[in-house]
């Protein structure tokens, strides 16, 4: 059973850098795309950043500059370090993982980021 799971959100004042982990299981998914998408309450599901496997990573330009995305193959993980966090940040962050950057297949639970002025 595929399976994808977030850690390391929680309550983070305006300016922080927590790292989101994701650790993947059930396939080795180093030819994958992994990804990061975001929820803010109200609002739909926004992407955030993704990475190859080479490597290779972009992002949404909300983020672009702030959030770095890097992935470890051999441990079936990508994490998303957030930087310089603000407010609008607060969101439930998801983890995603696919063949493409348009097609994703597996998505974790999402952990809350929540960031206080």
């Known amino acids: 059973q595929v399976q994808l799971v977030e850690s390391g959100g929680g309550l983070v004042q305006a300016g922080g850098s927590p790292r989101l982990s994701c650790a993947a299981s059930?396939?080795?998914?180093?030819?994958?795309?992994l990804g990061w998408f975001r929820q803010a309450p109200g609002k739909e599901r926004e992407f955030v950043a993704r990475?190859?496997?080479?490597?290779?990573?972009y992002y949404a330009d909300s983020v672009k500059g702030r959030f770095t995305i890097s992935r470890d193959n051999a441990k079936n993980t990508v994490y998303l370090q957030m930087n310089s966090l603000k407010p609008e940040d607060t969101a439930v962050y998801y983890c995603?993982?696919?063949?493409?950057?348009?097609?994703?297949?597996?998505w974790g639970q999402g952990t809350q980021v929540t960031v206080s002025s």
């Open positions: 995603a993982s696919g063949i493409t950057s348009t097609t994703w297949s597996e």
């Open positions: 059930g396939r080795t998914f180093s030819h994958y795309v």
């Open positions: 990475v190859w496997s080479s490597g290779i990573a």
